[in-house]
């Protein structure tokens, strides 16, 4: 049977049950590790409550800056994720052992859980107490006060993301080639988002989140070497075939 067709044709609330529930174990289990991580750091003795409190530092002053920080990579570890997927599916990858329904929806859903995570990223930097963001800072390019380039260009990513994004539920009214087109665009915002996160991000200055960037980094210029050579070989085939 034709894939684009069944893209095209699939009912849009197919395998969503299978979507949420994968995520909810990605997202859970994540948390599981971290609140495990910091029970063991605070001592066999720390009663639940003690480490509840301090996983979400609550005491602290700072509360909305760490939110802003873990929000922002989990934005990007889902959209990392999102984008290898991406590339993977439309490198027909996936296609020997699971469905494409569950393949398209999961990646639809990625997006849409990274694009959750940098609303609240966004957010916590408006409520922040130490060095708070104006709304106009924050919706506006190259006009924070802080690290203006990079930050601004975290805002293109962003834009570039929510338009991509909004074509997976308005793709009944474009062309598979404008859908296509704009889709491209989604590498142009990952490699946006790598660098604004770098470059405007506290925690880069880990050794932990530096090979988290690189090693990100290598496996998506890996999949998009694969997929670009997969592309170009398409296209030769066709042009072949026509001639
Ligand atoms: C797709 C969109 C975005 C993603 C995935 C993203 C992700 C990230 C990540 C991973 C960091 C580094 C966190 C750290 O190391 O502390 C960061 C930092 C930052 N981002 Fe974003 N971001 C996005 C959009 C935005 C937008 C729209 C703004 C709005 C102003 C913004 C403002 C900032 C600022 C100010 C920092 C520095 C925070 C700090 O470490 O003090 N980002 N971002």
Redesign the pocket.
């Known amino acids: 049977m034709n894939t684009r067709n069944n893209f095209e044709n699939r009912p849009a609330t197919n395998s969503l049950t299978d979507v949420v529930l994968v995520t909810g174990a990605l997202v859970g289990g994540i948390c599981v590790m971290a609140l495990g991580l910091l029970a063991l750091q605070l001592g066999f003795g720390a009663t639940p409550s003690q480490v509840v409190r301090e996983f979400l530092a609550l005491d602290s002053i700072h509360i909305w800056?760490y939110v802003?920080?873990a929000s922002?990579?989990m934005?990007?570890l889902l959209?990392w994720l999102s984008t290898i997927w991406g590339f993977a599916v439309s490198s027909k990858i996936f296609d020997p052992f699971l469905e494409r329904v569950f393949t398209y929806d999961f990646h639809e859903h990625l997006s849409l859980l990274s694009l959750g995570f940098?609303v609240l990223?966004?957010l916590a930097?408006l409520a922040e107490k130490v060095e708070p963001?104006s709304l106009v800072?924050?919706l506006i390019p190259f006009v924070?006060a802080?690290r203006p380039f990079w930050?601004g260009i975290?805002?293109i990513?962003?834009y570039l993301?929510v338009l991509v994004t909004v074509t997976f539920y308005i793709r009944s009214w474009i062309s598979m080639k404008v859908f296509r087109v704009i889709h491209y665009l989604s590498i142009a915002a990952y490699f946006g988002?790598l660098f604004?996160?770098l470059y405007?991000?506290?925690?880069?200055a880990l050794t932990w989140?530096q090979w988290m960037y690189g090693g990100t980094t290598l496996v998506t210029v890996f999949f998009l070497a694969y997929w670009s050579i997969l592309l170009w070989l398409r296209k030769t085939e066709n042009a072949v075939t026509r001639s």
């Open positions: 800056w802003t920080r922002g990579l934005g990007y959209f940098v990223h966004a930097l963001l800072e924050v924070s802080y930050t975290g805002i990513a962003f993301t988002v604004h996160s405007a991000g506290t925690d880069s989140v």
